[in-house]
């Protein structure tokens, strides 16, 4: 199976690195600029294209792993008459195969095979996918194209969770809230710290430790990682603390706190049945009634 790249970015390079250490055939590079896929060839052991269609030609799988608003342009750009039998593949989050519009009546599979971790480096995010999910949406031509999908990203070590297309744009919020809201979350935290007197430094330091710490107990957790590893206030019942945080925060500071204090509540009662929480529960829930 020779499985090329449109894109000679972060993700293209990261993906046919990977294929490349595990011998599977790679079978080229195209990108926006020649120079990129150049540099993606030389790094990966492969052949640098300057027709796109001529890349299709020698692939049985093509991943599109350009930016997601280049995806169906560069779709439409691939020669219908080469597509029969092949599969082609995005690796956005929110976009499903529905861009791949058509695609069935040119006897080709569509997939998006996204990877569920930030790859943040051309040259050494490959070392860090094996063990990492990748989510895998989509539809075959034929059956087997499905199959020699799950069967090659097992084959990288990777895990794969399936989707359906119409829970694609949810489950990529769910992601974002993961990995970039907390890291807006932590930097809101860091705010506070350095209104509490701490250097920008130090805030940092301090919360990244306690996140670091944080992660580590639900990681280490055997079940419920998240009810596990709870710590806190709203988990001991104590309504005095709570109170005092919301009137020392305004804002939007103080709504982010509420909001989540709601969701830490349910965590708080999964972990101990018979919380005294009325107190909280009027905290939490009084502007809105
Ligand atoms: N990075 C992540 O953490 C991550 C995680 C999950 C999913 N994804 C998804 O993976 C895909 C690629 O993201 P990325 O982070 O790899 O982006 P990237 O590092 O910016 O790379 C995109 C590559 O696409 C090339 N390109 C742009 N427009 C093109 C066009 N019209 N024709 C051909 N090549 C074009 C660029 O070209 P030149 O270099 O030639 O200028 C660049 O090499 C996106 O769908 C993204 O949502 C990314």
Known sequence: ?????????????????LLAQREKCVSGFYSRSHSSAMEAAEFVGTTAFDDINQLL???????????DGAVATVYRSLNPNLLVDKIICHCSGALSTAVFEGIEKWGASAFSVHPFVAISSRYESYQYLPNSIFTLEGKGARP???????????????????????????????????????????????RELV?????EEGAEAAILSLAKG??????????????????GPIQRGDAATVAGHLQAF???????????????????????????????????YEEES
């Open 1 to 17: 199976m020779n499985i090329g790249f449109v894109g000679a970015g972060k993700v293209g390079c990261s993906i046919a690195k």
């Open 57 to 67: 030609e020698v692939s049985d799988v093509l991943f599109l792993t350009v930016p």
């Open 144 to 190: 087997e194209h499905k199959e020699a999908m799950l069967a090659l990203l097992r084959d990288l070590d990777l895990r794969v969770e399936e989707i359906s297309g119409d829970a694609k744009v949810a489950y990529h919020g769910a992601a974002v809230m993961a990995s970039n809201l907390m890291l807006g979350l932590l930097s809101v935290a860091k």
């Open 195 to 199: 209104a509490a007197g701490f250097s």
């Open 214 to 231: 944080n992660l580590g107990n639900a990681l280490n957790a055997k079940e419920q990682p998240f009810v596990t590893a709870l710590t």
């Open 250 to 284: 305004s804002g939007d500071t103080r709504e982010i706190y509420r909001l989540l204090s709601k969701e830490v509540l349910q965590l708080a009662r999964a972990k101990n049945s018979t919380l005294d929480d009325i107190e909280i529960v009027k905290l939490l």
